[in-house]
């Protein structure tokens, strides 16, 4: 499928709570294996955006669009109509019709024009998108699917962020990432100790700190 190339240059209009609330409702709602939630779209973006520049300028979006919603597939719809002998009335599965699909993306790629201009401009109002679960009156973040999607824009391209894990300036700031997303062996170098992340206050704790070392890892980037 043909999907528009991001343009890094494009107006930015930031999603209003409405939009993130009905995309993050059509997320939860996909009929496929693999569609990532809103807080793990976040994180994905959040990745392509301060990552190595070689990620989001040499890979193509038709390759990194479809890992959100679980990838490009065969729908009844399509099934339907190859047996007809066309493809005019195929239905872009996993969603509901073409403009769904277009809608997606052209959503997807404004919320990654926002936190691009948003990291670059004004780090400091930067605010991930977590789950937050309430206890009475204390609320815990957790950033576990944040985190999987941050490591799923990285599985793009692995080799473009050689060295980094292991860089002494670094490694140890994104530990709880790591450790949080289940990724790269969880914690090389042992910067976080083995934890419980389904006790509360252990996943806040941890989740807290991710942003500093996402920071850190924008701070590093080449400009």
Request: glycine share 12%; proline share 9%.
């Amino acid at each position: 499928m043909d999907y528009p190339a991001y343009d890094p240059h494009s107006a930015v209009t930031p999603l209003t709570a409405a939009e993130l609330t009905a995309l993050d409702a059509l997320l939860q709602a996909l009929p496929a294996d693999g569609a990532m939630t809103l807080d793990g779209l976040d994180g994905y973006l959040t990745a392509l955006a301060v990552g190595p520049s070689a990620v989001l300028a040499g890979v193509p979006s038709a390759e990194w669009l479809p890992v959100i919603w679980g990838g490009d597939g065969e729908g009844e719809g399509d099934r339907e109509a190859g047996r007809a002998g066309g493809g005019a009335t195929a239905t872009p599965f996993p969603f509901a019709s073409r403009r769904q699909r277009k809608s997606t993306v052209v959503q997807v790629l404004r919320h990654l024009r926002h936190l691009q201009q948003q990291l670059a401009e004004a780090p400091d109002d930067w605010e991930p998108i977590f789950s937050v679960a309430e206890q009475g009156a204390q609320e815990w973040a957790d950033a576990r699917d944040w985190c999987t999607g941050f490591l799923q824009a990285v599985d793009l391209q692995p080799s473009a962020w050689d060295g980094l894990w292991d860089d002494p300036a670094l490694g140890p700031a994104l530990a709880p990432l790591l450790v949080l997303g289940g990724g790269l062996g969880a914690d090389p170098g042992g910067a976080v100790p083995p934890a419980d992340l389904d006790d509360l206050a252990v996943c806040d704790g941890l989740s807290r700190a991710v942003p500093d070392g996402v920071l850190r890892l924008l701070a590093l980037k080449p400009a």
